[in-house]
């Protein structure tokens, strides 16, 4: 489990760095759960709002947020989710936080925006805004980007 940054300018700052997601692959065919305290749904705009606790889930991946909106495809299935307020994301292995995040279940991208904090082991990258592809596990953090690395100590 590493973190691998590409195209960091200086010694800490940046405004762009790339990374490498640690963890198996994502399957974006595997079934999309949402758990919460309260549910909205709108079915003139094929959505439901989840409030409280609210927590979508598929595979190993969890989004939890204060909010959850998710969008439904015509046909079944889950086209986009948005969480907003203390959102966090997890793969099993990498943590991320945000104030925002929209996840689109057919790309399976999520952006991250807002107070970005992106946790891979004992290294911490920070920016305003993470993009994730799940499907091979890269992603960037954009703007104001800030990374600490713990070097390894040998025993």
């Known amino acids: 489990m590493g973190l691998a940054l590409v195209g960091v300018v200086g010694t800490s700052w940046a405004q762009t760095a790339s990374i490498a997601l640690s963890g198996t692959s994502h399957d974006g065919a595997q079934a999309v759960e949402v758990t919460a305290d ?21 595979g190993e991946m969890r989004l939890g947020a204060d909010n959850i909106r998710v969008e439904y495809l015509a046909e079944g299935g889950v086209a986009k989710v948005e969480a907003t307020g203390n959102v966090t ?6 943590t991320a936080e945000a104030q925002t995040a929209t996840y689109l279940i057919e790309t399976a991208s999520i952006a991250m925006v807002g107070g970005v904090l992106l ?5 911490a990258i920070s920016g305003d805004r993470l993009l994730l592809d799940l499907a091979t596990n890269t992603g960037s953090v954009e703007g104001n980007v800030k990374t600490v690395f713990t070097p390894k100590t040998s025993k």
């Open 38 to 58: 309260k549910l909205s749904i709108d079915q003139a705009s094929s959505a439901a709002s989840f409030a409280g606790n609210a927590l979508v889930s598929q």
């Open 89 to 94: 994301f997890t793969n099993g292995v990498e």
């Open 119 to 123: 946790i891979q082991g004992p290294n």
